[in-house]
């Protein structure tokens, strides 16, 4: 079953029609506008140069159809997930629940080149692991610049990795949700303290950085929303007992609070987010098969139901209820 649902995965990613996801449409023109490196000034978005070559060169070598290269640039993001899901030994079916439930698998159709850029950071990881941090930035950093550069954000795990893993160190759980409920006091009130005080600093970026921070500045992102995500990180950090996810389990704490902070900005900035809170698709598999949450009966099912619970909501939530029509309704090609 788990390996028919993983060529599932690959099947919904590489069949896909144009209408299916948000930057599936929008890349579409500049594809065929782009014929060498002297078309960049007629295009409508700042892609970085990686991303004009592998444009170029499938167009020269393979086909100048549109959805063949779409579905090319989601096939990383596949196999960086996996390659880190067997690297970190967890359940592959816990595994692809939370890929669904917690929506980074429906990111891959809407903001292809970033997700893209996430599979290729994954793949890396190894480095990171083994603590060649040198080597590790040197990738991140190339990553970044050819694909996508708010790949950036991952040299943040350096110093937590080296901290963490090679100090020993790890915070004091109260010290965790008080820097979760800060971050989501910053959300709820900072756009109107903080965000004027913080705008210089967005205005200093590019225009194609500014506007991936602050695009679709006219709407809103819901309360309620970050506000659960957050009572079920609290919920996340009570149960869980220090062990071979640390790293992860801090990974992801420290991206949940960085979404709730970028959501100051506009509906659209969280999405950085992702490249540390997709940590939460190995952590959470890890927890539901913990010896210290599952010797205690009560406990386990306490935590399975909520985390359960919670992530069938998001779902639901994000792609029934409140179903903006990005990947929902599906259509093949």
Not at 231 to 241: A, E, G, M, Q
């Amino acid at each position: 079953m788990t390996y028919f649902n993983i060529a599932f995965m690959f099947l919904l990613g590489i069949s896909r029609n144009i209408t299916v996801g948000t930057d599936t449409m929008g890349y579409e023109m500049d594809f065929h506008m782009l014929k060498g490196f002297d078309d960049v000034y007629k295009l409508d978005h700042g892609f970085e140069w990686g991303f004009l070559w592998l444009i170029i060169t499938f167009k020269k070598y393979v086909t100048n159809e549109y959805l063949p290269f779409v579905s090319l640039i989601f096939i990383p993001f596949l196999l960086g997930v996996f390659n880190f899901i067997k690297y970190k030994r967890v359940s592959y079916p816990l595994a692809i629940f939370f890929l669904y439930t917690w929506g980074y698998y429906f990111l891959a159709f809407n903001i292809m080149r970033q997700m893209m850029t996430l599979g290729l950071m994954l793949m890396c990881l190894p480095i990171l692991y083994k603590g060649k941090y040198v080597k590790y930035a040197v990738t991140v950093i190339l990553i970044s610049l050819l694909f996508h550069k708010s790949g950036i954000l991952m040299l943040g795990l350096i110093p937590l990795h080296y901290y963490i893993v090679k100090k020993g160190l790890f915070p004091q759980k109260a010290l965790i949700y008080g820097i979760l409920i800060i971050s989501f006091a910053l959300f709820f009130f900072g756009k109107t303290f903080m965000q004027s005080f913080l705008m210089p600093i967005v205005l200093l970026l590019d225009a194609s950085s500014e506007h991936y921070i602050m695009g679709m500045g006219n709407k809103e992102l819901g309360w309620m929303f970050n506000l659960g995500q957050t009572l079920i990180t609290c919920f996340i950090v009570f149960f869980y007992k220090r062990g071979r996810m640390d790293f992860e389990f801090l990974v992801f704490v420290c991206g949940i609070s960085l979404y709730n902070i970028m959501g100051m900005f506009s509906v659209v900035a969280p999405r950085l987010a992702c490249y540390w809170t997709c940590f939460g698709m190995v952590l959470l598999p890890y927890m539901q098969q913990s010896d210290s949450i599952k010797k205690r009966k009560f406990k386990y099912i306490l935590f399975f139901v909520g985390v359960l619970a919670y992530s069938l909501y998001r779902f639901l939530y994000s792609y029934h209820f409140n179903n903006l029509g990005e990947v929902n309704p599906f259509v093949f090609r």
